[in-house]
């Protein structure tokens, strides 16, 4: 009766990796429970989800081809775009939240375009907002840039609004850090990065900044801001839930996802109780949303139980 805080299911995005020319499932050995989905299941697998109440999914293209400016994801024909028009079609509800970056499309692996070896931020702004349009024309219910380029959202906005897209809500990666957090998610992906983010993501050390890029892209249109990694980063949240009207979203990370994983495995921790403590605290700190990879757990096994 006097609980603070209760989780939904509405609350939860499930992120998944759909691979370009695989046939079966492949596992993800860093990400145990979560695995690479061929394009022939992903009808299915979004079904399955939907049945077992999961609202919203994040998809992840791992391509087959890549290039120097990840060009490759805004053609209509190409991953990025069939495998959201596949999920749209397989359950019109679902709401379909189009990741856009050029991390797992460039052959290089940085989130954008490279010039003089670093990354180019506004060459780079112009091919998101194309990756957006794409992501939009191919059934995308909500545009997630994740790049960190500043402006994107910026950017975003005004190409979808001009291409008749102006209902489109922008889930902003906007406070994204240079995490050690991501390994497992980076090789779920087939990253190719040598080096790290650093030019582009955000140092660990700074809070006040991260304050700045979120109410940055509050003004650039974005509709949700995001936290990420989510539970490192509490105090991120709670800070920017004073600040803000606008609903908050924790990335609950694929390091974070596999640190409960592992020491479970190894019986060190309960799972279950630990996963929805996590979840717990994501509510307490103010999150709305929890993007994670125990999304489709919570949903099947644990809210009922709680
Ligand atoms: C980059 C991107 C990353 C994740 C999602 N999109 C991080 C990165 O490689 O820098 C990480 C998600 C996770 O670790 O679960 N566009």
């Known amino acids: 009766m006097v609980q603070e805080h209760t989780l939904s299911i509405d609350d939860l995005i499930y992120p998944l990796f759909v691979e370009e020319g695989i046939n079966d499932v492949i596992p993800i050995s860093m990400l145990p429970g979560v695995h690479r989905i061929p394009e022939s299941l992903l009808a299915e697998e979004i079904k399955a989800l939907a049945s077992e109440g999961i609202k919203a999914v994040l998809l992840f293209g ?8 990840g060009e490759i994801s805004l053609h209509p024909d190409t991953l990025l775009s069939r495998m959201i028009r596949t999920a749209k079609n397989a359950s019109p509800s679902m709401v379909i939240i189009a990741d856009c970056c050029f991390c797992e499309y460039t052959s290089h692996g940085h989130c954008g375009v490279l010039r003089n070896n ?30 960190m380029m500043d402006g994107q959202v910026r950017a975003i906005r005004a190409a979808l609004d001009a291409e008749g897209y102006a209902a489109k809500p922008i889930m902003a990666y906007s406070a994204k850090f240079a ?38 892209d509050e003004v ?7 936290v990420k990694p989510g539970l490192l980063y509490l105090d991120i949240i709670t800070r920017i839930r004073d600040r803000t009207d606008l609903p908050i979203a924790a990335y609950h990370v694929s390091g974070e996802y596999a640190s409960i994983k592992f ?13 929805m403590e996590v979840m717990g605290a994501f509510k307490r700190a103010g999150a709305k949303l929890i993007i994670t990879y125990f999304a489709r757990d919570i949903a099947r096994l644990y809210l009922n139980a709680h």
């Open 62 to 69: 791992i391509p087959h081809f890549k290039d120097a400016t």
């Open 118 to 147: 670093t990354v180019d931020n506004d060459l780079t702004l112009a091919l998101l907002s194309k990756q957006a349009l794409a992501a939009c024309a191919a059934g995308a219910d909500i545009i997630a840039p994740s790049s």
């Open 179 to 216: 995490s050690a957090f991501y390994g497992p998610f980076r090789s779920a992906v087939n990253c190719e990065l040598k080096g790290d983010r650093k030019t582009y993501q955000m140092d660990p050390a700074n809070g006040r900044e991260a304050i700045r890029e979120l109410l940055c």
């Open 220 to 226: 650039e249109g974005a509709d949700i801001l995001m």
């Open 263 to 275: 020491a479970a495995q190894a019986g060190a921790i309960d799972e279950q109780l630990a996963v």
